[in-house]
C-alpha cells in the first residue's frame, strides 16, 4: 500500500461548482497535511496547510482532516477556470523534515 | 523578485554526460531540498540541507550530489547522465523546521537523449 493515495483524475467540471479532492495515507505518524497546486509547467505552490485533525478555511478553500479514517479533502467553491491545474496533497510527520506527496488530480474548470 | 530561482529552466544532453543545476533562494530560509518529478508528475524528494548540514539523503545514485556553499544555495550536480534521469528536478525552501511551508522554485526540465 502506497504512503499516500490520490486519485489522479482527470476531474472537469464547470466553472462556479463545488470540487472536492481528497487524499488517504496509510502513515499515522503524519501530523502536517498540505495542499499545493501546479499550474502546467510551473512548481507547486502552497496553498494551505493543516495541523493533526480539523477544517481550515482560506477564502475559496476549505482543507478538511479526519486522522480517525486517514483522509483529507480539499474543497474549492465557486471553482473558476483559474483554478486549472494540478493538486497535490502532502504529508508529514511531527519531526520530520520530509514531505510525502500524492500523484497528483488534475483539475480543469470550464467556462 | 523571484524567491527561488533555478537555473536552467530546460537542459537537454546526451548519455553520460555531466550536468548541474543552480539554485538560489532570497527568503532567508535555513532549509533547502531538491524533489524530483517524473513523468507521471509524482514528486519525490531527494536531498535536504539545514544551514549547509545535509540532513535528508534519500535513496539516490551516488552519481547525484548536492553541495550547498551556503544556506541560500544548493546546487545538484549529476555525474554519468542516464536516460532514467530525465523529469523536472524542483529546488525548494524552507524555514527551519517548518517543512510544510515549502516555497518551490520553478523546475528544470531535464532531458537525456
Known amino acids: 500500500q502506497k504512503e499516500v493515495e490520490q486519485d489522479p483524475g482527470p476531474l472537469s467540471v464547470p466553472e462556479g461548482a463545488i470540487v472536492s479532492l481528497n487524499c488517504t495515507y496509510s502513515n499515522s505518524a503524519f501530523q502536517y497535511f498540505m495542499w499545493y497546486r501546479q499550474y502546467s509547467r510551473k512548481g507547486p505552490e502552497l496553498l494551505m496547510y493543516t495541523y493533526s485533525s480539523g477544517n481550515k478555511e482560506d477564502g475559496r478553500f476549505t482543507a478538511q482532516v479526519d486522522k480517525s479514517s486517514k483522509y483529507i479533502s480539499l474543497f474549492i467553491r465557486d471553482s473558476q477556470p483559474s483554478d486549472s491545474a494540478t493538486y497535490l496533497c502532502?504529508?508529514?510527520?511531527?519531526?520530520?523534515?520530509?514531505?510525502?506527496f500524492g500523484k497528483g488530480t488534475l483539475l480543469t474548470v470550464n467556462p | 523578485d523571484t524567491a527561488v530561482s533555478q537555473t536552467p529552466k530546460y537542459l537537454v544532453t546526451q548519455m553520460g554526460n555531466d550536468k548541474s543545476i543552480k539554485c538560489e533562494q532570497n527568503l532567508g530560509h535555513d532549509t533547502m531540498y531538491w524533489y524530483k518529478q517524473d513523468s507521471k508528475k509524482f514528486l519525490k524528494i531527494m536531498f535536504s540541507?539545514?544551514?549547509?548540514?545535509?540532513?535528508i539523503n534519500e535513496t539516490v545514485p551516488n552519481r547525484f550530489s548536492p553541495k550547498s556553499p551556503d544556506k541560500a544555495h544548493l546546487n545538484l550536480h549529476i555525474n554519468s547522465l542516464e536516460l532514467g534521469d530525465s523529469a523536472v528536478y524542483f529546488c525548494?525552501?524552507?524555514?527551519?523546521?517548518?517543512?510544510?511551508?515549502?516555497?518551490f522554485g520553478s523546475g528544470t526540465q531535464l532531458s537525456v537523449l
Open positions: 525548494a525552501s524552507s524555514p527551519r523546521d517548518r517543512a510544510e511551508k515549502l516555497f
Open positions: 540541507y539545514n544551514n549547509k548540514e545535509l540532513i
Open positions: 502532502a504529508m508529514r510527520g511531527e519531526s520530520n523534515y520530509k514531505l510525502t
